[in-house]
């Protein structure tokens, strides 16, 4: 028997409620603790560290998120997101309130630093699995990218805090214990929103939950996998080397660079939110990957703080589309039964840009200078765009114009409580 599309109506009940701003404070919290760590490289250097070695310490934390992410996805589908969320939160806190004290290079930086990136790999993966879990199929892009936009808030507030903590504080230990002790109790408040948030929730667990291995296998979501990988690569160029580049060149802090870029991020992730059903997922991904890689041809030529602004608009109108297009893209093959698992998976794929390009860059950064661990990222991205654009399918490069399945659909409000 054929199943009738539900078709979206004036009586659809709203997605920006009050679940919806709350889930949004709680994502402002987390990412402006997320970017006050920007300054963990500082950190390194002040421990007596080399660039490569940031990069050694930062690529080791995101391979064991991303081994975590394998039995996230499977935790999730089995126990739901409430559980995972909250864990993941725990874990964020002790990472960040234990680099606090942290004073040495040995195993405990690595392991803090895995604990960080673990817990903050999972706390953006169900906080993306919960939203999408509360509206229609053919509004996922949208509350997303929606979502997406209270990052861009508190990467303003982050970095603005990092450098007054900088600039305030006496050189030392002093800036380092507010610098990873604010995130800590940011963490810690996000812990209780979303205790508050998902309180009401009903899990039904599925009959089977595969591995993700075995998801990844069966429900293979194409070349998007790649530019998901690209999107580690640009974060972990402007989150963990470009305030090396800043300090080294004397541009002052990097609050200049990410007002510039959550500014632009912000607003036109807000203009671009239906872009997903109009303009097509292909691309805002093509668009979204030429904007990073022209922002970072940029930075090589900075020689004053104003003129982080441009690079920064670049790249923040880069982000705004790449985010969106790419989890909706890469998580609309996979069942929603198997949404979480799904998640995690096109997540991971972030984190594996920052596992194989991080100590890439460290030691590019080494031997050969800023200058061209720049333009390494930069032509990456341009030839991922080129390649992307000539092979995709772009007969499924934008979102249905309605919503899934009434069965899915029910399957999708059974895990979630309503």
């Keep these: 028997m054929s199943i009738t599309p539900v078709i979206p109506s004036d009586e659809e009940e709203p997605i920006y409620n009050r679940l919806f701003w709350f889930c949004y404070l709680a994502?402002?919290?987390?990412?402006?603790?997320n970017a006050i760590t920007f300054r963990f490289a500082d950190l390194v250097t002040y421990l007596g560290g080399t660039e490569e070695l940031v990069g050694d310490i930062v690529s080791c934390g995101v391979f064991v998120a991303l081994i975590g992410r394998f039995f996230l996805g499977q935790g999730i589908d089995r126990y739901g997101v409430r559980k995972l969320w909250a864990l993941s939160a725990a874990i964020f806190v002790v990472g960040t309130g234990g680099m606090t004290l942290c004073r040495s290079l040995g195993w405990e930086i690595f392991a803090l630093r895995m604990c960080f990136a673990t817990g903050i790999a999972g706390m953006f993966t169900c906080s993306v699995v919960h939203i999408q879990q509360k509206v229609p199929h053919h509004r996922r892009t949208e509350v997303i990218g929606s979502l997406g936009s209270s990052g861009f808030v508190g990467m303003i507030l982050g970095t603005q805090v990092s450098d007054l903590m900088m600039r305030w504080l006496p050189a030392g230990n002093a800036q380092f214990y507010a610098l990873f002790g604010i995130p800590a109790f940011l963490g810690f408040s996000y812990f209780l929103i979303v205790l508050y948030v998902t309180h009401n929730d009903v899990h039904r667990r599925p009959q089977v939950t595969p591995a993700a291995h075995q998801l990844l296998f069966r429900y293979w979501p194409g070349q998007v996998m790649v530019v998901a990988i690209m999107m580690g690569l640009s974060f972990t160029v402007i989150s963990v080397f470009l305030t090396r580049f800043v300090s080294q060149r004397?541009?002052?802090?990097?609050?200049?660079f990410f007002l510039g870029y959550a500014i632009s991020a912000f607003f036109i992730r807000i203009?671009?939110?239906?872009w997903g059903t109009t303009v097509g997922r292909t691309k805002m991904i093509t668009m979204g990957l030429m904007g990073h890689a022209i922002g970072h041809t940029i930075l090589p030529s900075i020689t004053q703080e104003w003129q982080l602004i441009g690079p920064a608009i670049?790249?923040?109108?880069?982000?705004?589309l790449l985010f969106p297009a790419v989890v909706s893209l890469g998580t609309e093959s996979f069942p929603a039964q198997y949404r979480g698992t799904g998640t995690t998976i096109v997540l991971g794929f972030f984190d594996a840009g920052a596992i194989i390009f991080a100590p890439i860059l460290g030691g590019i950064i080494d031997n050969w200078g800023f200058y061209p661990m720049f333009y390494t990222s930069a032509s990456v991205m341009t030839c991922t765009a080129l390649v992307y654009t000539l092979t995709t399918n772009h007969s499924i490069s934008?979102?249905?114009?309605?919503?899934?399945p009434k069965q899915e659909l029910c399957t999708v409000m059974d895990d979630s409580g309503d």
């Design 250 to 256: 004397g541009l002052g802090g990097i609050g200049t």
């Design 314 to 320: 670049l790249c923040g109108f880069g982000h705004a």
């Design 271 to 274: 203009y671009t939110r239906r």
């Design 398 to 404: 934008k979102d249905s114009a309605v919503p899934a």
């Design 27 to 33: 994502n402002v919290l987390l990412v402006t603790a």
